[in-house]
């Protein structure tokens, strides 16, 4: 078994495969990580993600129109509780620059910001309508570790973990929660919640989900969600709505929907729900 | 007394001529043609033959329109179907082995 770790997208990403001679896949795999992270950041001002929400208008590459897409699709798929449309909620509640550069504490926010406006996609060019803005954090890490799963899946069966958002080729073990672990073959699995990338405004502690229906960050009875889904952009996607709606509502959407899911609440509280058991 | 034979030309010519108007006046037939007996009975089964395939065809169409309702409604539950088993995850166990690696939050 080989692995390699790396800092991309703003948290740390692992590379394992069972293949020993895989140093070109894993090599490609990193770069193919730090591609997309060029492609898709919103610190970057010269990213094509920057650009699109400067211009609120561009001719736009593949990957680009596929996450949008692909997100767009998600936001329709939740019920609007994910949405790419979050970038000023989240600005506003102080999350404006990298997570590594953010201070320990500043000014309260004012409040929340409006989410869920038009974008639209039209042959190679996205629109985003009047004051809209993207931010693709909720779905970039999955995007980005089944593309580099693809890649490295060349050299044999792996799994890319992109700080938490994990893209599965074969058969692995996956702790999920303090003892717990699960065995997935293939798809994806992924963990939203609030017990970190965490910050302080005006004393009060902060996180990076916001509701799309107050453009705030998220107020509800769970701690964190861990979704096992088809691949790492769906679970991503379903950890970050299945979060949004809360203990009970999770449970039962999880297992209308059949998605395998760990629920653990603020009271430390783990609910098993979708199928698992 | 009109004996002037002049005269009597001049009256036997207006004679002839009122005759002649007048019958040029009733071969005309000014007067509307009307009742049963001027209808043609080809015209009037035709006229209802029409009235009975614009009738038919408003059935045909409304038929025809239900059977596409249904349809679509079974293509769109199939294609559900469909999308739910390509959705669908992949199978997963909890196992006591230990993990290769831990998911967190992102």
């Known amino acids: 078994m080989k692995r390699r770790v790396f800092k991309s997208m703003g948290t740390e990403i692992e590379l394992i495969t069972l293949a020993q001679d895989a140093d070109a896949q894993l090599s490609d795999a990193e770069a193919e990580f730090h591609r997309l992270e060029g492609l898709l950041t919103r610190f970057d001002p010269a990213s094509e993600l920057s650009r699109l929400n400067a211009n609120a208008a561009l001719e736009a590459g593949p990957e680009l129109r596929e996450i949008v897409r692909l997100a767009l699709e998600g936001r329709s798929n939740t019920g609007g509780r994910f949405d790419p449309t979050v970038h000023d909620a989240v600005a506003a509640a102080g999350y404006d620059r990298t997570f590594a550069e953010l201070p320990d504490d500043g000014p309260a926010p004012s409040g929340g910001s409006p989410c869920g406006g038009g974008v639209r996609l039209s042959g190679r060019r996205i629109e985003l309508d009047e004051g809209v803005r993207l931010d693709l954090g909720g779905i970039g890490k999955g995007y980005a570790a089944e593309h580099a799963a693809t890649i490295l899946s060349a050299a044999g069966p792996c799994l890319v973990n992109a700080g938490g958002d994990i893209a599965l080729r074969g058969t692995w073990t996956i702790g999920v929660d303090e003892g717990l672990t699960l065995e997935l073959t293939g798809g994806g699995l992924a963990t939203s919640g609030r017990d970190r990338r965490t910050w302080r405004r005006g004393g009060k502690e902060l996180h990076h989900l916001i509701d799309p229906a107050t453009g705030e960050p998220a107020a509800c009875d769970l701690l964190r969600a861990s979704v096992v889904a088809r691949d790492a952009i769906q679970a991503e996607i379903w950890a970050k709505a299945l979060f949004l709606a809360g203990s009970h509502a999770a449970a039962a959407e999880a297992d209308a929907n059949r998605l395998p899911c760990v629920l653990v609440t603020r009271k430390g509280e783990t609910r098993l729900a979708g199928g698992l058991a | ?106």
């Open chain 2, 1 to 106: 007394m009109m004996t002037s034979p002049v005269g009597r030309m001049y009256a036997t010519a207006l004679t002839l001529f009122t005759f002649f108007v007048a019958w040029a006046l009733v071969a005309a037939k000014p007067w509307p043609a009307n009742g049963p007996a001027s209808a043609d009975p080809r015209l009037l089964a035709l006229q209802a033959r029409e009235i009975k395939v614009r009738r038919e065809s408003i059935q045909t169409r409304r038929l025809v329109q239900q059977r596409w309702d249904i349809y679509r409604a079974r293509l769109a539950k199939r294609n559900q179907r469909i999308a739910a088993a390509a959705a669908a995850p992949p199978p997963v166990r909890i196992v006591t082995a230990p993990a290769t690696t831990v998911t967190r939050t992102s």
